[in-house]
């Protein structure tokens, strides 16, 4: 009987070690530069607030931290969108003006591996830009760096609060620098086939409430690019030869 | 009994280990798709959504019935003729699959264009472009711009449909507007002995 509770110990010690050295992994550190910053194409900047409050509206199953906005908006509880967060916003441009508004759709990925260091979301962004145009974003972010260095500190902390600055890149694929696709719909954007970035910028969290001071910001490379079959397939037959 | 401590250690590591890389930490709830062959090739699947009972957000400056109650349109003049609207999507089978924005712009710029993306978090994102003219004086048909996920590799058209509810007697709007999403796949085949050489 006591060799089995030695026993019980031991394993219940060797599982908190082991998710420990995953969650304080060195190797899960995120990405200290994303290659579009260091590009010299032109580049579409847009800043939103990351608080709900802020945004137009903000709605989730109303089982998060975070708690939709307004106070009256329909919930998502129903079971295929129950883990799926809405975002309705004004996107800002590099001189705080508004530039347009974002919708931004986020659901959790099922290709979330906690062994390496992914805690995915699959995100799409629809972003209109009035007299400008407008574009869908598709990404997968891991917020693996973003729920390890803030909302985990926040929970441990005796104020259920982090305070600090903490600047990180979300975005994470599908691209294979870790970059988002962008596809354009409309206007100066129509046909543009692209790479975009999403960064986040957060001074103040809270356990209870989620983001106090957070701001996000979308890097948007503005390549020449196609989404014309005629070339996709001239591109395929490049390949052949 | 240090022994059984330790080997009580790695049985826990190992446990741990095993446990995070074969129990999902995500399952996304999976509604049947119910997707059919058109006569003339290629599939088709339709969607919908229930107004005003689907409707989350609606929008725009000067809009007397906003929703949500609490809600704030952004003021700036640039913003005059956007109309924004966000709904639940439902299949064929009445069932909530989705979340979906649409988009209506009268922008004198841009010209007249209205903008669906629906997104379906087991299975990915749509994003169709419609012109706002009616082929038959009910449906428009636009096409669709880009998918991701499992709709990635699609290449098609999306129509909408208004279909007033009948049944209402009262003075508001009802009724359902309906998506038909027509598509094919427009991958290359290239045989790997092609891709070989």
Redesign the interface.
Same mark, same amino acid.
């Given at each position: 009987m006591k060799s089995l509770i030695v026993l019980i110990l031991g394993v219940a010690t060797g599982a908190v070690l082991a998710l420990g050295f995953l969650f304080f992994s060195p190797f899960s550190a995120q990405k200290p530069l994303s290659p579009i910053s260091v590009s010299e194409r032109e580049k579409v900047l847009l800043r939103y607030s990351a608080v709900a409050e802020n945004s137009i509206i903000f709605t989730n199953s109303g089982e998060s931290s975070v708690h939709p906005f307004p106070v009256k908006v329909l919930q998502l509880w129903e079971p295929p969108i129950r883990q799926t967060d809405l975002l309705v916003t004004v996107l800002r441009d590099g001189r705080n003006q508004p530039a347009g508004i974002g919708v931004k759709f986020s659901s959790l990925s099922e290709r979330t591996r906690v062994l390496e260091g992914k805690a995915l979301v699959d995100s799409a962004w629809y972003i209109h830009m009035p007299g400008q145009g407008s574009m869908l974003i598709e990404q997968s972010e891991n917020h693996w760096s973003f729920v390890r260095d803030i909302v985990a500190p926040a929970h441990w902390s005796s104020g259920d609060n982090w305070r600090g600055n903490w600047h990180g890149t979300i975005t994470d694929g599908p691209g294979a620098l870790g970059t988002g696709r962008v596809y354009g719909g409309s206007g100066r954007f129509a046909g543009l086939v692209s790479e975009a970035v999403e960064t986040l910028s957060a001074k103040a969290y809270s356990a209870v409430t989620g983001p106090v001071a957070m701001e996000g910001q979308l890097t948007i490379e503005l390549a020449v690019g196609t989404d014309n079959m005629d070339e996709i397939e001239r591109a395929a037959n490049a390949l052949r030869q | 009994?240090i022994r059984?401590?330790?080997? *009580?250690?790695?049985?826990?590591?190992?446990?741990?280990?095993t446990a995070?890389?074969f129990v999902?930490?995500?399952?996304?709830?999976?509604?049947e798709s119910i997707i059919s062959v058109t006569t003339n090739g290629g599939n088709a699947e339709t969607f919908h959504v229930k107004v005003p009972t689907d409707?989350?957000?609606i929008?725009a400056q000067g809009f007397a019935n906003s929703l949500?109650?609490?809600?704030?349109?952004?003021d700036?003049p640039?913003?005059?003729?956007?109309r924004?609207e966000?709904f639940?999507l439902r299949n064929s089978r009445d069932?909530?699959? *989705?979340?979906a924005?649409r988009?209506a712009?009268t922008?004198p710029?841009?010209g007249n264009?209205i903008?669906w993306?629906l997104?379906?978090?087991?299975r990915?994102?749509v994003?169709a472009?419609i012109p706002p003219q009616s082929v038959d004086g009910a449906r428009r048909v636009g096409e669709l711009?880009?998918g991701?996920?499992e709709f990635g590799s699609l290449?098609g058209r999306m129509s909408e449909r208004w279909v007033a509810e009948t049944s209402a007697s009262d003075q508001t709007t009802a009724g359902r507007i309906e998506l038909l999403m027509t598509f094919v796949g427009?991958e290359?085949y290239?045989p790997e002995e092609?891709?070989a050489e």
């Open positions: - | 009994m059984v401590f330790a080997f *009580g250690i790695l049985l826990g590591v190992a446990a741990a280990l995070l890389h999902p930490m995500v399952d996304q709830y999976r509604e409707r989350i957000m929008g949500p109650a609490g809600m704030e349109w952004p700036d640039r913003f005059h003729e956007v924004a966000v639940k069932a909530i699959i *989705g979340v924005s988009f712009s922008d710029g841009l264009v903008e993306v997104h379906l978090p087991a990915g994102t994003f472009r711009r880009a991701t996920r290449n427009n290359i290239v092609e891709l």
